[in-house]
């Protein structure tokens, strides 16, 4: 079993629908949880991150940690054709309150925003 | 010009040949990763290196070495490429965070096909 477990989707929604993307665990050490986004041929980029457990939002992105069952969603609101990307969810463990570098990655959703 | 690049961005060649992915940064971190990136699976991690004289294998390295010739440079080598290798190749930089995450900053990409 995975130690991070993201369904694949493809996901296809409306322009202006709310997108719901989640990623389980399995690993208790976890203790940042991020979400980069990556456009077709780039590379991913850090769209979200947070550390403890409850909602975090930047815009239309909410980022959302539930660490008792091991869960974590990232929400988009009012989603554009512009959001259409693959997502990631991405962990790590934390040594000393300090993010420790390695990153253990989801499978990533891909998304697309249709007009 | 890209803080993070890679060469060369395509590539293909054929089994038992050896070839190396090259990367190198502006950003000034110390920090750098080599991941593969393959459908349904996701990014993993292949090895990396925290400072010059530190190298450490990440989840998949067997079949992959590499070099950290400086603080800017980190080369993947495949000694004797094989059809399962072909993906798309992504090299990452980071710098250590203090209190908080630490953000990965990826390279384009290089995408490998093996005949």
């Known amino acids: 079993q995975k130690e991070v477990e993201q369904d694949p989707g493809p996901l296809s929604v409306p322009e202006g629908a709310i997108v719901s993307l989640n990623c389980t665990y399995s690993?208790?050490?976890?203790?940042?949880f991020m979400w980069y986004r990556q456009y077709s041929r780039k590379g991913p980029e850090l769209l979200m991150y947070t550390y403890s457990s409850g909602n975090k939002e930047d815009g239309r992105f909410t980022a959302q940690v539930d660490k008792s069952s091991k869960y974590i969603s990232l929400f988009i609101r009012d989603s554009q054709p512009s959001d259409s990307a693959t997502y990631l969810c991405?962990?790590?463990?934390?040594?000393?309150?300090?993010?420790?570098?390695?990153?253990?990655f989801g499978q990533g959703t891909i998304l697309t925003v249709h007009p | 010009d890209a803080d993070v690049t890679q060469t060369p961005r395509n590539r293909i060649t054929k089994t038992g040949k050896r070839i190396m992915l090259e990367c190198s940064q502006t950003k000034g971190h110390d920090r750098m990763y080599w991941y593969r990136q393959d459908p349904g699976l996701g990014l993993r991690l292949i090895y990396y290196s925290f400072d010059v004289k530190d190298i450490n294998k990440g989840e998949i390295s067997d079949g992959y070495s590499v070099s950290r010739q400086a603080q800017a440079k980190f080369s993947l080598s495949l000694e004797s490429a094989i059809p399962n290798q072909t993906a798309l190749y992504f090299c990452?930089?980071?710098?250590?965070?203090?209190?908080?995450?630490?953000?990965?900053?990826f390279g384009p990409g290089t995408r490998l096909l093996v005949l």
């Open positions: 991405a962990m790590s463990v934390a040594a000393g309150g300090t993010s420790y570098g390695k990153l253990t």
């Open positions: 690993n208790s050490a976890f203790q940042y």
């Open positions: 990452a930089t980071s710098v250590p965070g203090q209190g908080t995450q630490e953000t990965q900053y």
